[in-house]
């Protein structure tokens, strides 16, 4: 014998019905069609104008570019790219870049072992090709 207060067992079964009201009836207009679509859209300026309009805005500058609305400086980089490649080199084998999911944090004479490799390759003469 279910030994339930009534007010549960009340409450439950109006869930279930009203969930199962909600579910039948979300079905039935799912399916349904409606003719209630938008009214097609027609321009009042022709293709060439606004080809001629673009061509404008780009050549006075007018234009975003992606989610920017301005364009950035060109900024020159703190280090030569022969240090920066010899500090890189000289990181990866005294280990003092993590690799993976590794958290780690180089110790201080790992530290100094590197900018005297970044130093070294700024003295060496490049050879051209």
């Known amino acids: 014998m279910n030994n339930k207060p009534l007010g549960v067992a009340l409450f439950a079964t109006f869930t279930a019905f009203t969930a199962f ?9 799912a399916g349904e069609a409606t003719c209630d679509y938008p009214a097609a859209y027609t321009s009042s300026v022709s293709r060439a104008e606004v080809r001629q309009a673009a061509i404008d805005a780009r050549a006075n500058d007018q234009v975003d570019h992606g989610e920017m609305s301005f364009v950035a400086e060109a900024v020159s980089p ?11 080199l000289e990181a990866i ?29 700024l003295a060496l003469p490049i050879a051209s090709l």
Do not use: D
């Open 21 to 29: 009201t909600a579910f039948t009836t979300s079905a039935a207009h």
């Open 93 to 121: 084998r005294v280990g003092a870049i993590s690799r993976g999911e590794q958290n780690f944090t180089p110790t201080e004479a790992q530290l100094q072992s590197i900018q005297p490799a970044g130093l070294r390759a």
């Open 78 to 88: 703190e280090l030569p790219g022969a240090q920066v490649r010899a500090e890189t």
